[in-house]
């Protein structure tokens, strides 16, 4: 049983001492494939995921199941997509009935849904999908529409408790698709005869239609509705919230209430805040096709960070995901903590048990018996650019570092990851190439000589020298020629890659390596 320090932990203790004993605690997270599903709707997934974990740790059963809305209409065409008119034939429709514009899938919303389905699974989630169109369509809510329209009144004074204006006499907690148009949206005057009949006006095509509630499958609950109907039809013990739906009157507010008519109690619930990406402001939305992907974050991440960063914080704090130079610090704090959740590096207890929930939290399957390889991610982005980019020969020197597969895996996804942010991302004075040749620099006389004082050094003693040694004999070869430190400087960066400043150089230049350095020198 794992101890009650990290968040996930101990929401899933309360959920035990809360709920009792259960044989399986069901968990739920959802999402509308209105477009491309993005990295905000991540923190709902990972969340769920995480204290599931903390009940799997604890000997608990689990059942994680994921809401695909896709009976929701399609509202609007995101700005990223393809075929944007052909696209747009179908507003207001269910988004399950919207066509693939890339045609590779049997929908557009199936298109999104596996998509993301395959996104979790780089990062260690499972879930049970539920396709809300399939169970709408097959009956399975007939009971708890039902219950809402039997229960209208009391729903209705739920909600105009948390209105300014309360709902009008005709309002019906029922939504229905056009026998004719397949649209939701100008739908009338519906009227329930008590029993079994529906009836509707459609404005959009003038249809007049009547709908039998124990054969059709045109019905569907409002969001405000079909949550708490379906918290109660999969006996939901668990599911998070956004900000967004936890503010009073919000959709939990109405829904914890909501819910006790379908004879069922709001799940344990926990809000999250936003999580957004530095450099890229606001909130991301999948309708206006302004957002990153989980695919997106993996490129710059490895799987286990991604995780790792989730679990860092606790689920009320917002926080962004850097794609800036605050990469490089990100994967020195998860170096960092790896090397306390191993013991490799010291720490206090406390802080200790931490990285190595933290770090056990963050893991695809089970956390490796020896800390895998570090290699330090801004001496990464060197290393590759000494090789202009070439992962396979920036690999020979790490050599004698990697030792068996882990190792082989840590070191290809975190290179992968530094070529894409040195290609997409880097700031421009942090990248550079080095030069082919020698550029026969200009200089002052002192300068030139310094030059060649310093290489004539390189080839004397170059496998005496360290990192520290090269720094001190290079400080007392500028010396000795009466240059100026940051003139010296200059003149070794524009001989090695014809810029005024680069990495720290007597590191960088024991890198390159001898025989590279004397020809450019």
Same mark, same amino acid.
């Given at each position: 049983m794992s101890a009650n320090i990290h968040? =996930?932990?101990? $929401? =899933?203790?309360?959920?035990?001492?809360q709920l009792g004993e259960k044989d399986v605690y069901t968990l739920a997270s959802g999402i509308t494939p209105s477009g491309v599903v993005h990295f905000g709707n991540f923190r709902e997934v990972? $969340? /769920?995921? +995480? /204290? =599931?974990?903390? +009940?799997r740790a604890k000997g608990k059963k689990v059942r994680f199941i994921f809401s695909w809305d896709d009976y929701d209409t399609f509202r609007k065409v995101p700005a990223n997509m393809p075929k944007q008119d052909e696209l747009a034939k179908y507003m207001f429709q269910p988004i399950v009935d919207t066509p693939d514009p890339f045609g590779e899938h049997e929908s557009y919303a199936a298109h999104h849904e596996r998509s993301f389905e395959a996104q979790l699974e780089k990062v260690g989630i499972e879930v049970e999908p539920l396709y809300q169109a399939v169970k709408y369509r097959a009956g399975e809510y007939r009971k708890g529409i039902r $219950?809402? +329209?039997e229960k209208r009144d009391e729903i209705a004074a739920i909600l105009n408790e948390h209105r300014t204006s309360p709902l009008g006499e005709d309002w019906m907690p029922v939504s229905v698709y056009c026998e004719k148009c397949n649209t939701d949206h100008e739908i009338k005057n519906i009227k329930?005869?008590?029993k079994s009949a529906l009836s509707y006006e459609c404005n959009n095509c003038q249809n007049k239609g009547q709908l039998d509630l124990e054969t059709t499958e045109r019905v569907k609950l409002p969001w405000r509705m079909d949550w708490p109907m379906r918290w109660a039809h999969e006996q939901v013990d668990f599911e998070p919230g956004g900000k967004d739906h936890? @503010?009073?009157?919000?959709?939990y507010t109405t829904a914890k209430e909501i819910v006790k008519l379908y004879d069922w109690r709001s799940p344990i619930y926990l809000q999250y805040d936003f999580v957004s990406i530095k450099g890229a402001g606001g909130k991301m939305s999948s309708s206006k096709g302004n957002l990153i992907t989980v695919n997106d974050i993996l490129k710059v991440y490895e799987p286990e960070m991604v995780r790792w960063i989730f679990a860092s914080y606790k689920t009320n704090v917002d926080f962004a995901v850097s794609f800036d130079l605050d990469v490089i610090k990100t994967y020195e704090d998860f170096d960092r903590q790896e090397r306390q959740a191993y013991g490799v590096e010291a720490a206090n207890e406390k802080k200790a048990a931490m990285a190595k929930r933290v770090y056990e939290l963050s893991q695809i399957s089970t956390m490796p018996s020896e800390m895998p390889f570090q290699p330090a991610f801004r001496h990464l982005t060197n290393i590759l650019q000494i090789h202009d980019g070439d992962i396979k020969a920036a690999r020979s020197f790490y050599d004698s570092d990697i030792k068996n597969e882990r190792d082989e895996r840590r070191f290809n996804e975190r290179a992968a990851c530094a070529k894409h942010w040195l290609e997409n991302y880097a700031p *421009?004075? #942090?990248k #550079?190439? /080095?030069? @082919?040749s020698n550029i026969n620099y200009e200089c002052e006389s002192n300068t030139k000589s310094f030059l060649t004082a310093f290489k004539q050094v390189l080839e004397k003693d170059w496998a005496s020298f360290d990192d520290k040694s090269l720094h001190e004999k290079m400080y007392e070869v500028i010396?000795?020629? *009466? /240059? *100026?430190p940051p003139v010296a400087f200059k003149a070794l960066y524009q001989s090695l890659i014809s810029q005024d400043r680069g990495p720290k150089l007597a590191s960088f230049i024991l890198t390159v390596g001898k025989d590279r350095v004397i020809q450019l020198l």
């Open positions: 968040w =996930a932990d101990i $929401t =899933a203790d309360r959920i035990i001492k990972i $969340t /769920v995921d +995480l /204290v =599931a974990r903390g +009940l $219950t809402t +329209l329930w005869d008590g936890s @503010s009073q009157g919000g959709s *421009e004075d #942090f #550079f190439s /080095v030069n @082919s010396h000795e020629h *009466e /240059v *100026e």
